[in-house]
């Protein structure tokens, strides 16, 4: 009797801030989306505009740039973790004398700021006085020292680099608590039918831990997309237009160019297409609890 | 699986740990470097000096930015706690309608993007009169922070075996007793890691700081470090200082209790 509310009284607290915090600013930001509303210019609030924010952005190069910006940051960022994160967890998840130590240095990328780990890869990859063009050229791989955060070719495999190194711990770390699920049983049996190491990683391993690798990804992905850090602090976005990627192009329109209207427009489509990932994801799994 | 410590394994080892540590380990180094020594790019520096710590520490209001940071991280930590133990709690061991719905959401606010409702909060927090304050930071950290705080103690009250609260109930003990006198004590380690990391994703946390505040008086530290580049420009030496000296208390926290940060980040996927 009086434990039939219980539960959702113990939830309300949590749920009444993410109401006022996620909720309520998210209407809100839809509602923006159809004004007109400049925060340089007071006398434009609130004059209803339809759907113009929407049209100007789809004619907008920049917003489309953004988005290939945005895909291809992604897609290098997530590759290089992945094929980290695989092979890190699986030396982690072994005993061997130095796990402590192994296991510490995977937290450090984790526990250092994104805004701390920009700053520190931006100085090492400085042309002139950075630590990477040095070694490059002490053994003999480049003969000039390359510009990797103002050149178009380098500048975002420099940022991919740094967001690679700071976002795989949370990576490695899901799939770890993945491989901890593996019953040893399953990998004696394959030993008595002679099964080799990549027989039994291919086989055993990677099925059973497909679900966690497909969670770790969605949380990677959209820590790489939400935590503009890293791009903001090493290039700004540039150089020109190069690194800029939707999020922090969407920061710019809030808070460079004062746009509130425009800048929700832009926040709109981010959330549609986040809850597209999301719902993908949730099929997914359903679908890999079924089988 | 077990047996091959094989030389192909220590590769692999020894050139992960180079990967992980040497950004930081360069930077610490820097930071112990004269100017004209990191112009001129020795690895190893003749000589260690400390100017860059006592320029950041004493003369350039760092402090104030991790006084900020600390009360800030502090009040928010202890908060999600607030909030959060008793939502894990049900989550883990009550049964009611819409539950997995529920956690789902909680699951997919932990990784919402911030930038997308910044702009009315931001409103809303101006025209309180609030920008620039404890509160501008702590309300959002809040309810960013609480959802992950449940997820991972969820899995970690779920690894507590219920069949100890189920004889103190049964011997009579009242429910909120039973939390207090057994459920509570047991799960202080867990309960502790969450704070931990609450409080590190909230000294670390950029996006939020950088528009909610505008002035010295509120300030955190991720927020003074980006803007070093344009107020001290080039200078490597107390950046590099101001950077180790706002990491290192984090860093060591998570080295030294790495057993159990990693068991809280691992636990909430666990017990999917």
Redesign the interface.
């Known amino acids: 009797m009086r434990?039939k509310y219980?539960?959702?009284f113990?939830?309300i607290?949590?749920f009444i801030?993410?109401i006022?915090?996620?909720f309520?600013?998210?209407l809100?930001?839809v509602f923006?989306s159809f004004q007109s509303y400049q925060l340089s210019d007071p006398d434009a609030q609130n004059t209803f505009i339809g759907l113009d924010n929407y049209a100007a952005l789809f004619q907008s190069e920049r917003f489309r740039s953004s988005i290939i910006t945005s895909l291809i940051y992604i897609l290098g960022s997530v590759t290089g973790m992945l094929l980290?994160a695989l092979?890190?967890s699986q030396?982690a998840n072994?005993?061997?004398r130095?796990r402590?130590?192994?296991?510490?240095?995977?937290?450090?990328?984790?526990?250092?700021?994104?805004?701390?780990?920009a700053?520190?890869?931006k100085?090492?990859y400085d042309t002139d006085?950075g630590?990477i063009n040095?070694i490059l050229k002490k053994i003999g791989v480049i003969e000039r020292s390359i510009p990797w955060l103002v050149s178009d070719h380098y500048a975002m495999l420099s940022v991919i680099t740094t967001n690679v190194?700071k976002t795989t711990p949370?990576l490695t770390?899901?799939v770890?608590?993945?491989l901890?699920?593996i019953s040893k049983d399953l990998?004696e049996s394959a030993d008595m039918d002679g099964s080799n190491?990549w027989q039994?990683y291919f086989y055993i391993t990677l099925p059973l831990i497909k679900?966690?690798i497909l969670?770790?990804l969605?949380?990677t992905t959209?820590?790489t997309?939400?935590?503009?850090?890293i791009v903001?602090?090493m290039t700004g976005g540039g150089p020109g237009e190069a690194t800029e990627i939707f999020?922090l192009y969407?920061?710019k329109v809030?808070?460079q160019y004062l746009d509130?209207g425009l800048?929700?427009a832009m926040?709109?489509i981010?959330?549609l297409v986040?809850g597209v990932l999301?719902s993908f994801y949730?099929r997914g799994m359903n679908k890999n609890m079924e089988t | 699986m077990k047996q091959k410590s094989g030389v192909l394994f220590w590769i692999f080892f020894t050139l992960l740990v180079l990967i992980n540590l040497t950004p930081y380990l360069w930077t610490m180094l820097t930071s112990f470097k004269s100017q004209n020594e990191i112009f001129a790019l020795s690895i190893v520096p003749k000589q260690l000096i400390i100017d860059n710590y006592v320029q950041v520490i004493f003369e350039s209001g760092f402090l104030s930015n991790i006084w900020n940071s600390f009360m800030v991280s502090g009040i928010t930590s202890l908060v999600c706690l607030i909030i959060g133990v008793p939502a894990a709690y049900s989550f883990a061991r009550l049964h009611f309608r819409f539950k997995n719905p529920l956690f789902m959401l909680v699951l997919f606010i932990t990784i919402f993007p911030g930038i997308f409702i910044i702009s009315p909060l931001f409103d809303f927090l101006r025209s309180i009169g609030a920008i620039d304050t404890y509160f501008a930071l702590i309300l959002p950290y809040v309810a960013y922070f609480t959802p992950l705080v449940v997820w991972i103690l969820t899995g970690f009250f779920k690894t507590i075996h219920p069949s100890i609260e189920e004889v103190a109930i049964m011997d009579g003990c009242g429910v909120v007793k039973m939390i207090m006198r057994i459920f509570l004590p047991l799960s202080i380690p867990s309960i502790l890691t969450v704070g931990i990391i609450a409080f590190t994703l909230a000294w670390n946390e950029f996006l939020f700081a950088l528009i909610f505040t505008s002035s010295e008086s509120a300030r955190t530290v991720p927020v003074a470090i980006s803007r070093f580049q344009g107020v001290h420009s080039l200078d490597w030496g107390q950046m590099t200082a101001a950077a180790v000296t706002a990491t290192i208390p984090i860093v060591l926290i998570s080295v030294f209790l790495q057993r159990y940060i990693i068991s809280g980040l691992t636990a909430g996927a666990v017990k999917e």
């Open positions: 434990n219980l539960p959702y113990l939830l607290p949590m801030m993410i006022v915090i996620v309520i600013p998210l809100t930001t923006y980290f092979i890190t030396i072994q005993s061997f130095g402590a130590f192994f296991r510490a240095s995977i937290l450090l990328p984790w526990a250092v700021a994104p805004v701390v780990a700053q520190a890869w100085f090492m006085f630590v040095f190194w949370l770390l899901i770890i608590s993945g901890q699920t990998y190491a039994k679900p966690f969670l770790g969605i949380f959209l820590q997309i939400n935590v503009i850090d903001y602090i999020t969407n920061y809030f808070f509130f800048g929700g926040a709109v981010g959330v986040i999301i949730v």
